[in-house]
């Protein structure tokens, strides 16, 4: 849940870059030296464990650093905190290995990066190394690099992550403190199901298409991996095709994000809590039938926009367990097993007849408002403890089955 007395929020501002040709050379080299050095460490620590079974913390690495600068002089052409971000990194991919073993997942050791999986490089501490001034990002070793600030900074900047995209060079500016925007309250509520074949239904029934041009380049995009697979390796001809494919997907990317921000901003104008499904989407893919549908909508993409933003704009994303929200009537509360083919949803027991993802909505609102409900329970009889005065017996808590209600919520 994200609360909604904040004032402000984090949030990073992403702004293009205008590099010299020899700046760009730079640029460049100085990526090329933090994937060896991620390569470097993530060695050690792989050979540390292999041969004597012992694991090495980011601070011994750290540590080190300055003994490997002189062991690799090249290293000097670097910022020291951005090397030192390197190894941290790669504690972080070690951290996640751990927690996913801990977890029981599959665990997935570090990997080693290759020139087409290493693009950024982060300044982790705004100020030092790395600053803004008016047209012109400032870069410590690097130098003045034009920036493209099209919307002004806000808040409180603490890093500076530079990355290299299929269409050239970006910085990314992680601020604190940023001051919110709260919308206007309109007193409504919503619960939102995603569709199978639609983006997503709300329980009022307002229907949320995915784009048609987003659709036609996607569909673009895929014929022209198609023709990438095709391609013999290492021809000249694969790297060209390989080149396109990259900017395509990129616009697809941006094309899809963009489409999450205006849905995300037009749910925000007009209500004032928005109940969904708490989807585990790693769960998802491995469905076969579903993984289109749901790595196509960009369902997590969609709900990380929406709970980013609805802090910004005073407003509240409650996550609801997903269980059964498919195929419980949403009048009678009586459970309706349909397969993933069957679009309709009709109630044996109270005659319903509504949309599968109409009907999934208004479960995902029933359970969420239950949901407030028990919380506001739990917190006033907490009160009332705290203030010495017998319990009350509340019931409401662990009721499966519903009153019949009205399908028009
Ligand atoms: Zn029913």
């Known amino acids: 849940m994200v609360g909604v007395s904040e004032t402000t929020c984090r949030k990073t501002y992403r702004y293009k870059l205008c590099p010299t040709p020899e700046q760009e050379q730079v640029l460049e080299t100085v990526l090329w030296h933090c994937r060896r050095l991620y390569n470097v460490a993530l060695e050690e620590r792989k050979t540390a464990y292999d041969r004597r079974g012992v694991t090495i913390s980011y601070y011994q690495q750290k540590a080190e650093l300055p003994d490997l600068k002189a062991a690799f002089p090249e290293l000097a052409s670097v910022h020291s905190q951005v090397l030192q971000d390197v190894l941290l990194r790669l504690d972080k991919a070690f951290q996640a290995f751990f927690r996913r073993v801990q977890a029981g997942e599959k665990p997935g050791y570090p990997r080693f990066?290759?020139?087409?999986?290493?693009?950024?490089?982060?300044?982790?501490q705004y100020g030092n190394g790395a600053v803004v001034d008016g047209r012109l990002l400032s870069l410590s070793k690097i130098g003045r690099v034009k920036i493209r600030v099209h919307r002004p900074l806000e808040g409180t900047p603490k890093t500076v992550t530079i990355s290299k995209e299929a269409d050239g060079w970006y910085a990314c500016i992680s601020c604190e403190n940023v001051?919110?925007?709260?919308?206007?309250?309109?007193?409504?509520?919503?619960?939102?199901?995603?569709?199978?074949?639609?983006?997503?239904?709300?329980?009022?029934n307002e229907v949320c298409e995915n784009p048609r041009h987003f659709r036609k380049a996607e569909a673009a995009l895929r014929r022209k991996q198609r023709k990438l697979a095709r391609c013999e390796k290492g021809s000249k001809n694969r790297e060209q095709v390989k080149q396109q494919v990259a900017k395509h997907y990129q616009k697809v990317k941006r094309q899809r994000a963009d489409f999450h921000h205006k849905e995300t901003l037009h749910?925000?104008?007009?209500?004032?809590?928005?109940?969904?499904?708490?989807?585990q989407v790693a769960n998802l893919v491995?469905?076969?039938?579903?993984?289109?549908?749901?790595?196509?909508?960009?369902?997590?993409?969609?709900?990380?926009?929406?709970?980013?933003?609805?802090?910004?704009?005073?407003?509240?994303?409650?996550?609801?367990?997903?269980?059964?929200?498919?195929?419980?009537?949403?009048?009678?509360?009586?459970?309706v097993q349909k397969s993933l083919s069957v679009r309709t949803h009709m109630c044996p027991e109270c005659g319903l007849v509504l949309d599968r993802d109409h009907?999934?909505?208004?479960?995902?609102?029933?359970?969420?408002l239950e949901l407030d409900q028990q919380a506001t329970q739990q917190q006033r009889r907490a009160e009332q403890?705290?203030?010495?005065?017998?319990?009350?017996?509340?019931?409401?808590a662990g009721c499966r089955r519903r009153s019949p209600r009205s399908p028009a919520l």
């Not at 990066?113 to 982790?124: I, L």
């Not at 469905?287 to 802090?311: M, P, T, Y």
């Not at 009907?359 to 969420?368: F, T």
Request: net charge positive; aromatic share 10%; glycine share 10%.
């Open 286 to 335: 491995r469905n076969h039938h579903l993984a289109k549908s749901i790595s196509d909508a960009g369902w997590s993409q969609f709900r990380s926009i929406l709970e980013c933003k609805a802090v910004w704009a005073g407003k509240r994303v409650v996550a609801v367990p997903p269980q059964y929200t498919s195929q419980l009537c949403s009048r009678c509360g009586a459970y």
């Open 179 to 204: 001051p919110t925007h709260p919308l206007p309250k309109t007193g409504n509520v919503t619960g939102i199901d995603v569709g199978l074949k639609v983006f997503y239904v709300t329980s009022q």
């Open 385 to 396: 403890e705290q203030a010495g005065a017998p319990p009350s017996g509340g019931n409401v």
């Open 359 to 368: 009907n999934g909505a208004l479960n995902v609102l029933q359970s969420g």
């Open 113 to 124: 990066q290759g020139r087409n999986r290493y693009h950024s490089f982060t300044y982790p």
């Open 267 to 279: 749910l925000l104008r007009q209500y004032d809590t928005i109940y969904l499904k708490d989807l």
